[in-house]
């Protein structure tokens, strides 16, 4: 209801209606915005020295 701006639940019942091709578009969407963090994150997880490297002192 929030994400399709449906004010109440009566409203988010009469345009209640998708297709499976969109629902693929939505999915493959999230899709690659989580990849993207992801892959941001561990780049910047390899960047970072562990705690055993810092006690090392490397």
């Known amino acids: ?3 399709a701006g449906q ?8 345009y209640q ?3 499976e091709e969109r629902q693929e578009e ?3 969407g999230l899709d ?3 990849r993207k963090a992801r892959a941001e994150a561990a780049k910047k997880a ?4 562990s705690g055993t490297d ?3 002192g490397d």
């Open 26 to 28: 939505v999915a493959a």
């Open 17 to 19: 209606h998708s297709d």
């Open 7 to 14: 004010s109440s639940e009566k409203a988010a019942l009469i």
């Open 32 to 34: 690659v915005t989580v």
């Open 54 to 56: 810092l006690a090392r």
């Open 46 to 49: 390899a960047h970072k020295p």
């Open 1 to 3: 209801m929030v994400r």
